[in-house]
């Protein structure tokens, strides 16, 4: 127990001491040297360890889902972004499990012997050290499996992407409680512009659409290609009426935008947009689809650059 206190009381004094060896053994032209942020996200896995010196049951805690556990992750997830590689990443909990014991050993604690202290320290650090690790690895594959995942033309996500994502999406929704809105986006008679400019001016206009989506598009939004000319938005943690703003805003966007065509005339392109949503995650993925696809029928029908939200009573066609 003393040890644990220890560690609480100069949590300031081996935190300074963690960035400046860290900072000397790397070199100043490292990229992802330890900042205030790096700092302040090893506090709580500096909290972890002193926990484990005080009871070895503390390590429960870095188990899967628990507090510690994510910390620890988000800590492998933050020195990941800042440019940080493996082997600098497990030197850097090296550094710090020198810190935590040569603050222990200065007052070594009186009711049990140091090295018991010090097998329970190294349990934690590399229990910590794993599981950072480990979200260098997840990251990693992640971030190739969106590369492979990219539609060759426009550049946004492809229809298999799409799918897997608004599972996730919708697991997610369901998990917390959260609003989950589907925007789907066809180019009003796309084939007529094909056919008047030609299939390598169309592929240039589907360029610049993906263009358009993705600018309006927010960072946690989806943007994917579905098809031929149409495309689909996922929307997280967005109720219908933001799906509708979007939507109304894409369509602006589409109506002033000047397309390139094989002339020196701009052309114009609209495009009809249909929104579904989900408040708490409880449809599945396809009936969300076939509610924003019989949406987008629905803004055909009106005359094409339009959006519409679906409303009981539209087409819903779930296989």
Request: charge should be negative.
């Amino acid at each position: 127990m003393k040890a644990a206190r220890t560690l609480e009381t100069s949590a300031d004094a081996i935190l300074d001491r963690w960035v400046r060896h860290v900072r000397a053994a790397t070199g100043p032209r490292r990229r992802g040297l330890p900042n205030r942020r790096a700092r302040e996200n090893v506090r709580p896995l500096l909290a972890a360890i002193a926990a484990v010196t005080a009871d070895r049951a503390a390590l429960a805690d870095l188990q899967p889902d628990r507090a510690a556990f994510l910390q620890a992750k988000h800590f492998g997830e933050l020195r990941q972004q800042q440019g940080v590689k493996i082997r600098e990443l497990l030197e850097e909990f090296r550094q710090l499990r020198r810190e935590v014991i040569a603050q222990i050993a200065d007052a070594p604690p009186a009711d049990e012997p140091l090295v018991d202290v010090i097998q329970r320290v190294d349990d934690a650090v590399d229990l910590i050290a794993a599981i950072a690790v480990e979200t260098f690895h997840n990251v990693e594959v992640e971030t190739l499996t969106e590369l492979i995942a990219i539609d060759p033309l426009t550049g946004l996500h492809d229809y298999g992407y799409f799918w897997d994502r608004l599972e996730q999406e919708l697991l997610r929704s369901r998990r917390h409680g959260g609003p989950l809105s589907l925007v789907i986006v066809d180019v009003d008679e796309f084939k007529r512009y094909n056919d008047e400019y030609g299939h390598l001016w169309g592929d240039v206009a589907l360029k610049e659409a993906a263009s358009i989506l993705q600018a309006i598009s927010r960072r946690s939004d989806v943007v994917a290609r579905y098809g031929g000319d149409e495309f689909v938005l996922i929307l997280p943690e967005t109720t219908i009426e933001g799906a509708e703003a979007i939507g109304e805003r894409a369509r602006a966007e589409f109506s002033t935008h000047r397309f390139r065509g094989k002339t020196a005339d701009a052309v114009t392109l609209t495009i009809s947009v249909g929104c579904s949503w989900t408040p708490d995650g409880s449809l599945g993925g396809r009936e969300l689809v076939a509610q924003a696809d019989g949406a987008l029928y629905e803004a055909k029908r009106r005359g094409r650059n339009a959006m519409v939200r679906f409303v009981e009573g539209m087409p819903c066609l779930v296989p």
